[in-house]
Each structure stands twice: as C-alpha cells, then as structure tokens.
C-alpha cells in the first residue's frame, strides 16, 4: 500500500517529552482488532487523550489547541514495549508525517519507515534545544529535509544530520512500501528471469 511521498517537510511541532512512551501507550491493545490502517487515529493515546466517560482531558498536549503540525517530539526511548505495527499506523493516521526522538525502539522504527512515518533520531542536546524552542513559541518550525538527512530549527538555523538506510530513504522518498518496491523492479525482475536457462 503506497502513502505520501516524503521530500522536505516544513511543520510546526507537537511537543511529548515523556520518556519510555510504549506502543501500548500510542495505541492500547483493545484497539487493535481492525486489520485495516485507518481509523486508529481516533485512539492514538487514547487513554491520555480521554477520560473514561470520553470527555477530553484538557492537559493532554493532543487536546491543546496551541500545538500542531505534522511533527510529533518525543522522549527519548520512544516506541518501547511490544512491536505492534497499529502503533506506526496510529501515528500516521493522525496526521503526523515525522517524529523526532533522541532515541528509538528498533521495531517502532523500522514499523514507521514501512507505512510513511520518518524517525528522525537527534541527539539529546538538540532534542532538549526542539522542546525549549516549542515551549518559547509554539509555532515554530522545525524542517526536515529528507534528501540531505538533516533536521533544521528554522527560527535559529540550528541543525543536526540524521541516519537512514540507503533503501529506505529511497522508499520514503518514492512513497514506496516494500510491496510497491519491488513491483517497480517488475519489469527488471521479468528481463532477469528470462535470461534463466529452463
């Protein structure tokens, strides 16, 4: 299933700086008998979201009309705990195309590059450098430019560069998922197949 392709992304940013924030608290486990990738948007956080009779609580940052964006800041060690890929799914389906963390969970990760969702891990210091700008100014911009693989503050310039497999990128890049990957390479995979002796 291709998703929007991802070049540079200019946002302001949704601020989370909680540690160790687990997929069960992304998208609790009640949430997870849909087999298809919408709708989980609606439950991302859920319990921090709401109370128990549905009402929103105010204090949650998803609540406060003074974020948005398209980018979500998280604590470090995001994504923890179980490897569920409603997680990744729920992230997208809400709107955000890229988190920033300063580190995270492996398969939290690799589950957000497979669906659109680009992990852009920072070092702590430029991490705590993102939440106090946030805090200065809630709409201030971060931009990501995934061709370069840097992560710019555009009030100061500031900046950092960013890891991503080579394979990966180009997928993001392309809008490709791993399916759309390889029936690109159709026609190559046909030619090679042909050359084989029967």
Same mark, same amino acid.
């Not at 702590?124 to 995934?146: C, V």
């Given at each position: 299933? &291709?998703?929007?392709?991802? =070049?540079?992304? @200019?946002? !302001?940013?949704?601020? %989370? ?14 949430f997870l008998k849909a087999t298809k990738r919408e ?18 609580? &105010?204090?949650?940052?998803? =609540?406060?009309? @003074?974020? !948005?964006?398209?980018? %979500? ?106 399916i759309d990957y390889l029936q690109n390479m159709k ?12």
């Open positions: 299933m &291709a998703y929007d392709k991802f =070049n540079i992304l @200019t946002s !302001s940013a949704v601020p %989370l700086p909680i540690e160790n924030v687990d997929t069960d608290q992304i998208i609790p486990a009640r709708g989980f948007g609606d439950n991302l956080f859920r319990d921090w979201r709401y109370n128990g009779d549905n009402s929103p609580k &105010a204090d949650f940052v998803l =609540n406060d009309g @003074t974020y !948005s964006g398209k980018i %979500l800041v998280g604590g470090k060690n995001f994504g923890s705990g179980s490897s569920r890929e409603h997680a990744a799914w729920a992230v997208y389906d809400y709107g955000f195309r890229a988190v920033v963390s300063s580190f995270f969970a492996d398969i939290f990760k690799g589950n957000c590059l497979n669906i659109g969702v680009l992990p852009v891990q920072v070092s702590p210091e430029f991490a705590e450098t993102i939440f106090k700008a946030i805090e200065a100014d809630p709409k201030t911009e971060l931009e990501i430019n995934l061709p370069a693989q840097t992560i710019t503050l555009l009030a100061t310039g500031q900046k950092e560069s960013f890891d991503i497999s080579g394979y990966k990128k180009d997928n993001m890049i392309n809008g490709f998922d791993d026609s190559e995979v046909v030619e090679f197949a042909n050359k084989l002796p029967y």
